[in-house]
C-alpha cells in the first residue's frame, strides 16, 4: 500500500512496508497493496489491489533462486544470470581440459543422464588423451565426433528393438490390422535406417494406429512403447548424435543449459491454470518443457519421485525464508502448497510448517493491520 502525505511542509511519500511501519519484516512490498493518498483534509481510495505486479515480483524472485532443488528431477536449478556468467567464462576456454576444470564446478546442474554420463566420458577422454599425447589441441566437439560413428550404431540398435517390441504388441490384432500396423512401424524403421529419425512426428504418426484398428489397448501399449525411444534427455548416445556437430562452447553449454529455471504453473495454463504467485514454482527447463500440459497426477506416475523432490525444493525455499529472502515467494507458499495438493490428487502435500515462528508471526500481524487499514479506508470512502 502507497500512502503519499500531505502536509504544510511539503509533500512527501510515506510508504508502509516492513521497513518503516508496524514490524520490522520485509516480508511485504509496498506494490501488493491498494494505493491511497492521505492529506490533512481527506482519504481517496484510489485502486484496486496491484495483483498482476506482486506476480511479477514473485516471478523475478523465482527466476533468480539460486543453489535451489528442481522440483521434478534430482538437479540443483541454475538461474538465467548465473548461466549467461557461465557462457561468459566458457567463451574464454577453448581447449578441453580448461573447460573440464571449470564445468567441474557445475556438476550439481547436471542431469545425471544423459549430461552427467557425456561428462564423466569427456573427462576420461581428455585424460587419455593428455597421456597418450593423442594430439596437442582438442576440444568437446574433436571428442564426440571421434565417438559419433560408435553412438550411432548403437542408437540404431536400441531403436530398432523398440520398433521390434511394438510389432510384438501388434501380434494381438487380426492379420489385416497387423498389416496395417506394420506399414505405420515400416516407415520408422526407414527413418531409422537413414538417419531421419525423429521422436516427435513418429509419436504423431503412432497416434494414428487409431485409424487402422479399433483396440485401443493396444494402440494406448504401442505409443507408450514409443516414449522409450532414447532421446538426448534420457541417452548418453542420443547427447552424442545430437551434439556432435556443434561448436566446443555449445557442448559445454548443452552439459547445464537444461538446468536453467523456467515458471512452470502447477495447474497448466491449457487447463486454466493462471498466471498468479499461488500457481508458480521454479522448475529446470527440461521437466517443464517435457510436462508441457500433462495433468501434475499423471506426470508423477512417470515419475514417481517428484512428491519427495518437491518437498526439498521447498525445504530450500524455507531456508532462505527462515534467513529473511524471497519476501514475496513466502508469501506464495500456502497457496502453492494447496495447488499442489489439489492438481497432484493429494500426492503432494507438502510440510511448510517449520517457517520460522517470528516470521510468521509477523506476516500474520503485519497483514491484519494492513487489512484493517484497507477496511478503515474503504468505509470511510
Do not use: W
Not at 568437446?140 to 530398432?160: C, G, T, V, Y
Request: charge should be positive; include cysteine.
Amino acid at each position: 500500500m502507497n500512502i503519499t502525505i500531505k502536509n504544510n511542509f511539503g509533500n512527501y511519500n510515506s510508504y508502509i512496508t516492513p521497513h518503516n511501519a508496524f514490524y520490522n519484516t520485509n516480508l511485504l512490498n509496498k506494490n501488493e497493496y491498494d494505493s491511497f493518498e492521505v492529506s490533512n483534509s481527506n482519504t481517496i481510495f484510489t485502486g484496486k489491489t496491484k495483483s498482476r505486479k506482486q506476480t511479477k515480483r514473485v516471478e523475478e524472485q523465482l527466476r533468480d533462486l539460486d543453489n535451489v532443488h528442481d522440483p521434478y528431477s534430482d538437479v540443483i536449478l541454475i538461474s538465467k544470470k548465473k548461466f549467461k556468467n557461465l557462457q561468459d567464462k566458457l567463451s574464454k576456454r577453448t581447449e578441453a581440459e580448461s573447460t573440464i576444470k571449470l564445468l567441474s564446478n557445475y556438476q550439481k546442474h547436471m542431469f545425471p543422464i544423459s549430461e552427467g554420463e557425456v561428462f564423466e566420458f569427456l573427462k576420461e577422454e581428455t585424460k587419455q588423451r593428455k597421456r597418450n599425447k593423442h594430439q596437442k589441441s582438442f576440444d568437446f566437439h574433436d571428442i564426440l565426433m571421434d565417438e559419433l560413428p560408435n553412438s550411432k550404431a548403437r542408437l540404431i540398435e536400441q531403436e530398432l528393438n523398440i520398433v521390434e517390441q511394438m510389432e510384438h504388441i501388434a501380434k494381438k490384432l487380426d492379420k489385416h490390422e497387423q498389416h496395417e500396423v506394420k506399414s505405420i512401424l515400416g516407415i520408422i524403421k526407414e527413418d531409422i535406417y537413414n538417419d531421419n529419425f525423429r521422436i516427435k512426428p513418429t509419436r504423431e504418426l503412432l497416434i494414428n494406429l487409431n485409424k487402422v484398428t479399433n483396440n485401443q489397448n493396444v494402440v494406448d501399449k504401442i505409443v507408450k512403447k514409443s516414449k522409450e525411444f532414447p532421446n538426448s534427455m534420457t541417452s548418453f548416445d542420443a547427447f552424442v548424435v545430437k551434439n556432435a556437430n556443434n561448436t566446443h562452447q555449445e557442448i559445454a553449454e548443452a552439459l547445464i543449459s537444461p538446468a536453467i529455471i523456467s515458471l512452470e504453473h502447477i495447474k497448466p495454463q491449457s487447463d486454466g491454470g493462471e498466471t498468479k504467485g499461488g500457481n508458480s514454482i521454479a522448475a529446470s527447463r527440461r521437466m517443464n518443457n517435457y510436462r508441457q500440459s500433462t495433468p501434475l497426477n499423471e506426470f508423477i506416475e512417470e515419475f514417481p519421485n517428484i512428491p519427495f523432490q518437491t518437498q526439498r525444493y521447498i525445504n530450500d525455499l524455507k531456508q532462505k525464508i527462515n534467513r529473511g529472502g524471497i519476501p514475496d515467494i513466502a508469501y506464495t507458499l500456502p497457496e502453492v502448497k494447496e495447488s499442489l495438493r489439489k492438481e497432484s490428487h493429494c500426492l503432494i502435500n507438502i510440510d511448510i510448517s517449520d517457517i520460522n515462528p517470528k516470521v510468521s508471526k509477523e506476516t500474520t500481524d503485519f497483514r491484519s493491520k494492513i487489512d484493517k487499514l484497507v477496511e478503515h479506508f474503504t468505509t470511510k470512502e
